[in-house]
Structure formats: C-alpha cells, structure tokens
C-alpha cells in the first residue's frame, strides 16, 4: 500500500521559522514587559496543560480506541489537568498586582505567535491549497495588527481596554483556528464545512499522522 506522509520539508522548514520568530519575540517581550515575562514562566505552561487535557480527553473517548483500559484513565487525567490548570491559572491571575494590562499582554504575546505562523504556513507551504494559504495570510496580519494594538490599547482607550482587546483576540482565536484547520485539510481536498473533516484536524495536530492509500482514502495512524 503506498503511503503519502503529511510531514515534509517545507513544513518542518516552515516550523523552524516559527521557532526562531519566537525565540525572538519572546526576548524582545521579556526586555518590555518583565513581570509579564517572569509570570509567563509559569502561565503558560499551565495553560498548554489545559490544551493537552483537552486533547487526552478526545484520544480517550476516541472510538477507535474503545476496549483499551487506559482510556479511562486517558479521560480523567485530561479532566483532571484541566480542572487543576484552570483553578490554577485564576489564582494566578486574581492577585492584588496582577492588573488588566498585565493579563491582556499574556493573552496578547502568544496571539502573535499564532498570527505569524499562520502567515507563515500560508506562504511556504504550497501543498495547501492557494486559497487557504491567502485566507491564512490574511487573518495572521489581521492577528499581529490587533495584538500591536491590544499592546497598546490602554493608551486609546484608558476605560474598556481591556473587554474590548479581549473579545477581538477571542475572536480572532476562533479565526485562527478555523483557519487553520481549513489549511491542514486542504492538502486531501476536504471542505471544513464538513464536521467529519473538521474532526480530522484534532487528529492532525495531536498524536496522529493522516496518510492517503493508494484507494484515495484517508487513514489514521497513531504515534505510538
């Protein structure tokens, strides 16, 4: 059976950039915002636990997996991590010297991350369809324009900064994440309108690899 992998030079490539950009940007953050920097040390690693709960939640209830015991426990220790992370991250956050601004520049520096590797992908990787990559580009320039604003937003707007700057980087998350999903499906010609496909894109960005057989199907395989 010939197999065609999804992993391929210009998205490890691709990657590489990712990396330097945030080596980078997380230097010039740590030089303009040092508490939010110190503080970053330990939000956002909890916040990534919350993510890798989600996504040990759905292996689990994968029914691919059904008659393994250990989706049992795959299923309460992702519940688990989140619970813990969330409560966590609020107590973080509820401290007397954490202000607002404090909050929005962390919600803010990995949202640009998020912004420049969608532009990035959008114009190094040509398996992708032409149209997700334009689409990619444009929401990653609209994401790095609105986190330079949310920046500095307490200087425009000294009230409702803070609610206003929020909502549009939640919205622009969505954004992204559609997008990208929109992006990775591409490479097989499948729509994001479909819920089925849209399920493929958990798969893609967790501990599966998506391969097409010689029939034009798409298969699963798990990294063990």
Known sequence: MSMIELINKDKIRADNYISIFLALGYLIF?????????????????????????MKIMNGVNKKNRGNHDNFVKVLFGIAAIIFSIFFLMFIITQPNVTARIVLNLITFPM????????????????????????????????????????????????????FSTISLIILLVLNILGRAALYLSEFGLSLLSL?????????????????????????????
């Open 30 to 54: 740590a030089l303009i915002f040092r508490l939010e920097a110190i503080m970053s040390m330990i939000v956002y690693p909890f916040a990534a636990l919350v993510a890798y709960g989600m």
């Open 112 to 163: 640009c991350i998020v912004g420049m590797a969608a532009i990035l992908k959008g114009i190094m990787i040509d398996i992708y369809s032409l149209k997700a990559r334009i689409v990619n580009i444009i929401i990653g320039a609209i994401t790095i324009q609105s986190c330079v604003f949310s920046f500095l937003s307490h200087h425009f707007f000294p009230g409702n900064y803070f609610l």
């Open 196 to 224: 089925h496909n849209f399920k493929l894109f958990f798969y893609i960005i967790s501990d599966y690899l998506l391969f097409v057989d010689n029939q034009g199907n798409i298969v699963l395989n798990k990294i063990e």
